[in-house]
Structures are given as structure tokens and as C-alpha cells.
T-cell receptor
Framework: AQTVTQSQPEMSVQEAETVTLSCTYD???????LFWYKQPPSRQMILVIR??????QNATENRFSVNFQKAAKSFSLKISDSQLGDAAMYFC????????????FGTGTKLQVIP | EAQVTQNPRYLITVTGKKLTVTCSQN?????MSWYRQDPGLGLRQIYY???????DKGDVPEGYKVSRKEKRNFPLILESPSPNQTSLYFC???????????FGDGTRLSIL
């Protein structure tokens, strides 16, 4: 079974600084998808960024980028120029590409942004 | 507006009283899923469905039932709720494969 590990329950960053949230996963598959979701206090789940395992190029979305290391099974999220609105829970998620497309989430990292 | 709608948003009930949480999406998505979120455990998948009449167990299916008779609806049924099912529940939908899931606003269930 696939597992997703987020080893940092909480992190903090100064406004305008850069922070990296870690995520590792375990799978025997070669093709899959990875996602980062943000959950602000409103408890909505919002997609931040996604990565297809077959793509070597790291995904970027404005101030958000990932460092995808397939061999190491690592998928970290970098947030540049942190803003107060970035304060939230961040969840890493793995999704099978074929078959039944089961989804596995990590336990989350709570990010605090300090003014 | 593209959305996933869950009802109710909040519910307090008692042990053993059957309840259903409804979920409906208007995006013609094949894939639908239910999760529960508990502090320190993240989101755990309860059941998911690849299409009408196709469902499968996630990581924590015990005590729950689902059905997928129509593409847009995916209700979650608790036949005999127990206090350990007190949680925040999310329904989500997506196209299959690499598309991200769209989540409902969540249902806070408290079972006394």
C-alpha cells in the first residue's frame, strides 16, 4: 500500500521569506500523480500544485514550486515570498494513475506566517 | 458554477441512529470519493468510485456504506453511527487520472 509522510507537523516562516515543506512517499508504481493542497482555517481544500511522475521538470505555479525527486520518492513544496494568506494546513497527496486510482494523503503541515 | 455540494454541513446525532450525508457534483466527473479528517491523521479515504455502480474501499471503510446510482451523486451512509465516527467529512470529485479533486465544504459530524 502507498504511504505518504509529512515529517513536519508545524512550521513557521517570516513574511516575504522562503519556506520548504517536505513530503516523502512510498510506492512500487512507476506512474502516478502528486499534489499539494492547502487548507486555510475556512477548512476548504484548495489545490496548490500538481506533478506527474513521468515528467522530469518540476512544476511551478507563481510563488509555489516543487522539488520532485522520483528516485528518492520526495516531493517538497517551496513557497517563495511568503504572505500572510499562505498560513494554512498543507497536505501532500499521492494518486495512482491506473486501476482504481486510490488517493493517499499525508498528515499535514501547519504553516504559520509571522508578520 | 462548478461545485461539489455536501449536506448537511453540521450534524449532531446519537449512537445507532442511521444517517446519510449527501454529495452532489455538477461537473460530470467520473471519479468521486469520501474522506474523513481527524487531527494528526490528515485525510483518510473511506470509499471511492470510478463511475456509476463502480465503488471500492479506501483505507477506513468500516462502518460506512456508499452507493453510486447516478453519476452526479455519491451519498455516504452510516447505518449505525458510533462515537469514533465523529469527524470532519469531505466529498470530492474529479476526472480520472491526473486531474486534481474538487472538494465540498465539509460536513462536521458529532455522534454522542
Amino acid at each position: 500500500a502507498q504511504t505518504v509522510t509529512q515529517s513536519q507537523p508545524e512550521m513557521s516562516v517570516q513574511e516575504a521569506e522562503t519556506v520548504t515543506l517536505s513530503c516523502t512517499y512510498d510506492t512500487s508504481e512507476s506512474d502516478y500523480y502528486l499534489f499539494w493542497y492547502k487548507q486555510p482555517p475556512s477548512r476548504q481544500m484548495i489545490l496548490v500544485i500538481r506533478q506527474e511522475a513521468y515528467k522530469q521538470q518540476n512544476a511551478t505555479e507563481n510563488r509555489f514550486s516543487v522539488n520532485f525527486q522520483k528516485a528518492a520518492k520526495s516531493f517538497s513544496l517551496k513557497i517563495s515570498d511568503s504572505q500572510l494568506g499562505d498560513a494554512a494546513m498543507y497536505f501532500c497527496a499521492y494518486r495512482d494513475s491506473g486501476g482504481y486510482q486510490k488517493v493517499t494523503f499525508g498528515t499535514g503541515t501547519k504553516l504559520q506566517v509571522i508578520p | 458554477e462548478a461545485q461539489v455540494t455536501q449536506n448537511p454541513r453540521y450534524l449532531i446525532t446519537v449512537t445507532g441512529k442511521k444517517l446519510t450525508v449527501t454529495c452532489s457534483q455538477n461537473m460530470n466527473h467520473e471519479y468521486m470519493s469520501w474522506y474523513r479528517q481527524d487531527p494528526g491523521l490528515g485525510l483518510r479515504q473511506i470509499y471511492y468510485s470510478m463511475n456509476v455502480e463502480v465503488t471500492d474501499k479506501g483505507d477506513v471503510p468500516e462502518g460506512y456504506k456508499v452507493s453510486r446510482k447516478e453519476k452526479r451523486n455519491f451519498p455516504l451512509i452510516l447505518e449505525s453511527p458510533s462515537p469514533n465516527q465523529t469527524s470532519l467529512y469531505f466529498c470530492a470529485s474529479s476526472q480520472v487520472s491526473n486531474q486534481p479533486q474538487h472538494f465540498g465544504d465539509g460536513t462536521r459530524l458529532s455522534i454522542l
